[in-house]
């Protein structure tokens, strides 16, 4: 596509495509000095050495305010190579080449496997930055160090700045000096939108469906559409050496049956990474809760403490409204917390404060 960004952004506000946003169309500037560099002739001559790769961008900002969208329009606009991809599942990619390159005896893990993703492409959009895992923390500066030396660049979208990746996090002075690769490499934005249009989407929505039946099905898949615009990947995620796969994700909204959450073996663990990764959960098809399914119903309230801990927006389908789920059984009484919450968390108040 030889079109500018900006271009591309007014034509789209003009097909009705787009809503126009003066916040986000400030951040098209640089978007379009990266793609305008990238798309000059990087070759050297027999005696001048090829130009450096622009610098790279670190948008970050608030839940919902358009960053992953504006991210994909620059893919859409760049002529060369380029990969866009979640960043936990990025790093899950990274560690599995780290462990296969470790148990071949490989003194150097890491350089490996940066060579083999940086000879594929030229440019990485990374979709939601965050590092809450030690293992990420300790391996990501020294792997973007050798992208950055390959001559690649690195486009990011996060919901923190860039002081604040893994804080808190364990031995995280090991960790600081990737801080300052990325501000070395990368130009840092902040996309200020005050609207939330995530949430806006949602607004005055119905997003608990009872009785889990076909018109039930048919909302929740337009509630799905209207947030993942149509985009959907498979997200995993790396909690204390297993792997949580969510089969359907988009953007910081994901997707999945009560059977894929609560129906194997989960624990704590994964419901947090779960919870401090996605901002809408759609959950379909919880079933009634009893005797017969008194393992699941335990992960269900588990998952469900976590989300609403976290702040995570529910969208649910389930077989009965919040008070009958849970009626007779072991757990039934403990289950009325849960079903309190759940009649929080569908409320447009609770949505709004969170």
């Known amino acids: 596509m030889s079109e500018t960004l900006p271009a591309y952004y007014a034509r789209l506000v003009a097909e009705g495509r787009l809503e126009a946003d003066p916040v986000q169309e400030s951040a098209l500037p640089e978007f379009e000095r990266i793609r305008a560099e990238l798309a000059k002739p990087r070759r050297g001559g027999l005696f001048r050495k090829a130009p450096p790769p ?4 670190y948008l970050w900002g608030g839940v919902g305010r358009g960053k992953s969208m504006l991210m994909d329009l620059f893919v859409e606009t760049l002529e060369v190579p380029a ?15 780290v462990h296969m390159e470790r148990q071949r005896g490989r ?7 940066a060579r083999r993703v940086s000879d594929q492409v030229k440019v990485f959009a990374f979709d939601e930055m965050q590092i809450t895992d030690i293992a990420d923390a300790m391996i ?3 792997l973007f ?4 030396d390959a001559g690649c660049v690195v486009v990011t979208t996060s919901n923190r700045v860039p002081d604040d990746l893994y804080k808190d996090g364990l031995n995280r002075e090991l960790f600081l000096p990737f801080i300052a690769v990325l501000k070395e490499n990368m130009e840092v934005r902040e996309l200020k939108a005050a609207r939330d249009y995530r949430q806006d989407r949602l607004a005055g929505r119905q997003v608990y469906f009872s009785p889990n039946d076909a018109a039930a099905r048919e909302q929740i898949e337009e509630v799905w559409q209207k947030l993942s615009d149509g985009r959907e990947e498979t997200l995993e995620l790396n909690v204390k050496g297993r792997v949580l796969t969510l089969p359907r994700f988009s953007s910081g909204v994901a997707r999945a049956s009560f059977y894929d959450l609560c129906g194997r073996m989960l624990g704590p663990a994964d419901y947090l990474k779960l919870a401090d990764t996605v901002r809408v959960l759609i959950l379909e098809d919880v079933p009634r809760l009893g005797r017969q399914n008194f393992n699941e119903a335990k992960r269900f309230v588990t998952l469900v403490d976590a989300l609403y801990e976290a702040g995570t927006q529910l969208v649910m389908s389930a077989a009965a409204e919040p008070d009958y789920l849970y009626v007779e059984g072991a757990g039934a009484f403990e289950f009325e917390r849960t079903a309190s919450r ?6 447009a108040e609770w949505a709004e404060e969170e």
């Not at 160090?145 to 950055?148: A, I, N």
């Open 145 to 148: 160090e050798k992208l950055f």
């Open 140 to 142: 990501v500066g020294r």
């Open 54 to 57: 622009p610098k790279g961008l």
């Open 107 to 113: 003194e150097d893990p890491i350089a490996p496997v």
């Open 342 to 347: 759940l009649m929080e968390m569908r409320s």
């Open 83 to 97: 990969r866009r991809v979640h960043f936990h599942a990025f790093m899950q990619e990274v560690q599995s080449g």
